[in-house]
């Protein structure tokens, strides 16, 4: 046992991930591990943050390991090849062989090198017979790829019916696409309010928000109308700084969410091809003028 915890138990190697072709392998599971397994990833502060569907996916392709007591379960500096949930036993943290911490059932561990593309920041050994609930690399970053590109298609749908955008090419659509932000805010809450200044333009994504506007200052905001999933509001903005002329407050039980984007992003992204525009058009007088002169007929270009 002492020369094993030289070794880590990980396997050696990961090959480099095709992560968007490989077939997810659900493991049946009751109920109550399945809850057991989603709390211990909402417990996680690097974890918690994913896509609901993000974490249910994930909870479904866990698998459950045992590891003996005295087992190097982890390696400092290795490559990792799997998160571990422990449902039963103890491990131990260490980094340069100083113990850190002990972790415990329902917590998560293993997950920064898989996340964020590093080699085990620690080294963790069992200090218990543990029975842990792991996920393989492969199948984490696949889930993660997948959604990240649902999002994406779910973000060109609701930009490129967006008027401003109809008429710009694919390539910058994708810059703005990535530039975008998504925010949420509280049912009640205020997204945008009458009279205040902003550089800011919003498609909403998810929920429902209502419109409100006062004649003048003193006056009460009237209802005006509802806006849904693909409505946008806030153009003006992206070309010089708006005075907002309504109140837009969210008006959802579940919330809403925004797709927000800023005036200065915006223009960086859509100089230069503003600037080709204003190229083309100067060009097209140009021909047409020496069409005109010349006494031949103009064509199109
Ligand atoms: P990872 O770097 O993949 O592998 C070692 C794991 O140890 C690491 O992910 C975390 O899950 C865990 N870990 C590292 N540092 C600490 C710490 N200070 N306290 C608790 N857990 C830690």
């Keep these: 046992r002492t020369k094993r915890t030289a070794i880590s138990a990980e396997p050696a190697q990961h090959k480099k991930s095709k992560d968007l072709h490989i077939v997810l392998e659900p493991y049946v599971k009751s109920d109550r591990t399945k809850e057991f397994l989603r709390d211990a990833i909402l417990n996680n502060d690097f974890m918690k943050n994913l896509e609901m569907d993000q974490i249910m996916s994930i909870v479904d392709c866990m698998y459950p390991l045992d590891h003996p007591d005295g087992d190097l379960i982890i390696k400092e500096g290795d490559v990792g090849n799997r998160v571990y949930i422990m449902e039963e036993g103890l491990v131990e943290v260490s980094k340069h062989s100083k113990v850190l911490t002990t972790i415990g059932p329902g917590r ?7 996340l ?6 620690a080294s963790i050994k069992a200090l218990s017979d543990c029975k842990l609930w792991a996920v393989n690399r492969q199948t984490f970053q696949a889930i993660m790829m997948r959604a990240g590109m649902q999002k994406q298609s779910d973000h060109f749908e609701l930009i490129r019916n967006v008027k401003t955008f109809e008429s710009l090419p694919e390539d910058i659509l994708s810059k703005i696409i990535d530039s975008l932000a998504e925010v ?3 049912d009640g809450e205020h997204i945008v309010r009458q009279g205040a200044k902003g550089d800011t333009f919003y498609v909403v994504a998810r929920g429902r928000a209502q419109v409100t506007q006062a ?3 003193w006056d009460t ?8 999933r693909g409505d946008s509001f806030g153009e003006d903005a992206l070309q010089a ?5 309504f109140n837009v407050i969210a008006d959802d039980p579940n919330g809403v969410t925004c797709l927000v984007l800023d005036r200065q992003c915006y223009r960086e992204m859509i100089a230069d091809e503003l600037s080709r525009l204003k190229r083309e058009e100067s ?8 069409t005109y002169t010349s006494g031949e007929e103009e064509r199109d270009l």
């Excluded at 060009?283 to 020496?290: L, S």
């Design 184 to 186: 949420s805010y509280a």
């Design 221 to 228: 905001p009237i209802y005006d109308r509802h806006l849904e």
């Design 241 to 245: 700084e708006e005075t907002r002329p």
């Design 283 to 290: 060009f097209k007088i140009t021909r047409k003028i020496t």
């Design 116 to 121: 964020y593309n590093c080699t085990r920041t």
């Design 215 to 217: 004649k003048s200052k």
């Design 108 to 114: 998560v561990f293993g997950e920064l090198a898989i």
